[in-house]
């Protein structure tokens, strides 16, 4: 089987991490060696940037561009390789997270990222799942977070926007996404991650 590439996405208070230790957990289960990263991040030099990102304040096309540096390191270093060498890649957000939070959430025009997108290669996910939560129960699950970053902090109108802007395109790429409703309970959504995983190696 060739290695495929798995992005896990949502806005924040979704769930994602949660969903994300159960599929690392299918996968050992299934003797599917892989490689479970994140963004931004996932590298010595991106976990630098992560830093900064999550907590200096920035220009709108700086944050941009640092975001789609880090994701350059990152396929150079951990992507490529991993799948290069056989490994399946699990990584927590990629490039649909730019098109969300730059995009939809600060209002960065598309145009833009989808250059620094073929900038640096245009690799996409061969499976994106997004967690979709309404916006209160992301905001209820932020409440209970100890420290929250500089996207976390931002207004629920800036979430509204994030997960407009994740739906839209998934509707615009149904081939590659999975919605999935993660505001039922961790059994309804574990019983269609299974079918979803079933469906992806079949
Ligand atoms: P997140 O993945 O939610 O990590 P944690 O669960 O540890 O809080 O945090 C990363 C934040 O970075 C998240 O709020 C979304 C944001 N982000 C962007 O704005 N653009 C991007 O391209 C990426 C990858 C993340």
Redesign the pocket.
Known sequence: MTARFISLEGI?GAG??THLAWLTHWLHIHDIQHTVT???GGTPLGEKL?TL??NEPMHLET?ALL?FAA?REHLDKVIQPSLASGKWVVS????D??F???GG?RGLNDHKLSELEQWIGGIQPDLTLLFDVPLAVSQARMANSRQL?R??QEASDFHARVRAAYLARAQAQPHRFRVVDASRDLSAIQAELEQIMKAFVA
């Open positions: 924040d994602k991490s994140r963004e931004p992560r990102l999550l944050e975001m994701r927590d957000r990629f490039t997270a730019s969300a939070y730059q959430g970053d996207f976390e």
